[in-house]
């Protein structure tokens, strides 16, 4: 499942330098993106999916995530990407539905 | 995005092994001079399923169409704006203050939600805290649930030095 959002990230932003007019279509393109392979996979889950866009100033972020919910049946993925100009964070969860 | 489930016939209770899981990333500001590479990409994953001492469920049907209550996303939103005003309002940006409040923040949120006892739902918080140094960001997220049932909040909060955002994502479970 990983390589395919680095893959959705890579698709939709490969090649970009940071612009601020395409960012909003970027970060949906890719959430949908992923969101749509992920149906794919035909499994009974109910998904999330999370976008972060940031252009590289030199600023720090942190990101963190806490979840209540079914250990055994539920869980998320994080990937991270990172260009000359911009960090990507996306992460995925996927919750049960039965 | 959402999507329309079909109503099952049958509805199963399940006892649930319900526990908290969390992680973090970080992105630490940091030099791109001399950078050679043209794009990185780091994946990790929270796999919680390797525990072999719990035991299989047998499932009991509730005959239950929908939650007796559903999730209340304006009770919610007031939480993470009560949690973001009161850690972050007067703090400055600091890396490892940071990482332990995003952490912080995250576990806080998710006690006060979950006080909420709201039963049947499964909470999802996610908390980005960021430097404001002249940067632009963009966060955008798409769900695919069932739009009766679930539902989300989201509040941003900003001060002088620093930028928090934070999400709650609540999800039905039959």
Not at chain 2, 127 to 153: E, K, N, P, Y
Request: glycine fraction near 6%; proline fraction near 1%; hydrophobic fraction near 35%.
């Amino acid at each position: 499942m990983d390589e395919y959002h680095n893959e959705c990230i890579e698709n939709v932003v490969g090649g970009d330098d940071y612009n601020q007019n395409l960012v909003n279509k970027w970060t949906s393109a890719i959430v949908e993106r992923c969101l749509t392979q992920l149906v794919k996979l035909g499994r009974q889950y109910k998904f999330i999916v999370t976008c972060a866009l940031m252009q590289k100033t030199g600023a720090g972020l942190h990101t963190a995530n806490s979840c209540y919910w079914d250990t055994t049946m539920d869980g998320s993925c994080t990937v991270r990407w990172e260009s000359r100009t911009m960090y990507c964070v996306v992460s995925v969860f996927a919750v049960a539905i039965v | 995005m959402s999507e329309v489930r079909q109503d099952k016939t049958v509805k199963r209770d399940k006892r649930t092994s319900k526990a908290p899981s969390e992680g973090s990333h970080v992105i630490k500001g940091k030099d791109t001079a001399g950078k050679t590479k043209d794009s990185l990409s780091n994946v990790s994953c929270i796999d919680e399923h390797h525990d072999g001492t719990t035991m299989a469920v047998t499932l009991e049907n509730t005959y239950q169409m929908g939650p007796r209550k559903r999730f209340p996303a304006h009770a919610a939103l007031e939480i993470l704006k009560d949690v973001l005003k009161s850690y972050l309002q007067e703090e400055k940006y600091e890396v490892d203050w940071s990482r332990q409040m995003t952490k912080t923040l995250c576990e806080v949120i998710r006690a006060r939600v979950k006080e909420l006892m709201i039963r049947r739902y499964k909470l999802v918080v996610l908390v980005h805290i960021g430097q404001l140094a002249g940067q632009s960001m963009q966060i955008s997220s798409r769900c695919l649930w069932d739009a009766t049932f679930d539902t989300f909040a989201t509040w941003s909060f900003k001060n002088s030095s620093l930028y928090g955002v934070a999400s709650v994502y609540a999800v039905y479970y039959e």
